[in-house]
């Protein structure tokens, strides 16, 4: 079956633009997280979702972020007024039940570049 | 923060060598979980290894957990050109297991 994917694959935005990047998570999937990977780093926790409701956000760096599941599949992660700093991968993972669920399936990611 | 640092950080080795990496975390942990990343793609699960495992084998993957010493290693034996990639350790936070606290990686490169 299909895995998780996301789009775009890469952004660019200029300092100051809005972003929204999509997750399709594999279908039936109750859980969806959103990480950020810096350069060189591993990715780290940004927010997660059990069906539609956003249960956990304190990884978001800035008031910037929003991200919703507004029909419990897929998700938007937004970044407002975007800074150079926001430019990293941001991966999506989805499994399958909820939070004692173990394992994380990942998307490819979406490359944001803020110029 | 990161919670598990890999050991080396990067590492180059022959086709048909075997490979190992470390990770070190810090707080108790339920489990321990090893994932591949290969460039410009996601990370991929390889193995889990629960805390009251100590050793977990997969095809040519083989874990090891030392929860006194709060470690683990990841052993790829006959290494392929294939698996180039960055290899990270993960842990689930015990407050909150969904959240996964990734290392900084380890970068293999094997040459043909």
């Known amino acids: 079956g299909a895995g998780v994917s996301q789009s775009p694959r890469y952004k660019v935005a200029k300092r100051g633009q809005d972003v929204a990047l999509r997750c399709d998570p594999i279908s039936g999937h109750v859980s969806l997280f959103w990480y950020q990977q810096a350069l060189g780093q591993g990715p780290e926790f940004l927010t997660y979702f059990q069906n539609e409701a956003q249960l956990d956000k304190s990884g978001l760096p800035s008031d910037r972020f929003f991200a919703e599941r507004p029909e419990g599949s897929v998700s938007t992660l937004k970044i407002q007024r975007t800074q150079q700093e926001d430019s990293a991968v941001y991966l999506c993972?989805?499994?399958?039940?909820?939070?004692?669920?173990?394992?994380?399936?990942f998307g490819p990611g979406t490359r944001l570049t803020v110029l | 923060s990161q919670q598990g640092e890999e050991d080396p950080q990067a590492l180059s080795i022959q086709e048909g060598e075997n490979a190992t990496m470390n990770c070190s975390y810090k707080t108790s942990i339920n489990n321990l979980q090893w994932y591949r990343q290969n460039s410009g793609r996601g990370l991929v699960h390889l193995i889990l290894?629960?805390?009251?495992?100590r050793e977990k084998h997969s095809g040519r993957l083989r874990v090891t957990l030392d929860t006194s010493k709060k470690s683990s290693s990841l052993l790829i034996t006959a290494s392929r050109a294939a698996d180039t990639a960055s290899y990270f350790c993960a842990t689930p936070r015990m407050d909150s297991s969904y959240k996964l606290i990734f290392g900084s990686g380890t970068r293999l490169l094997v040459r043909p």
């Open positions: 290894i629960r805390s009251n495992e």
């Open positions: 993972a989805s499994s399958l039940a909820g939070p004692q669920e173990d394992t994380q399936y």
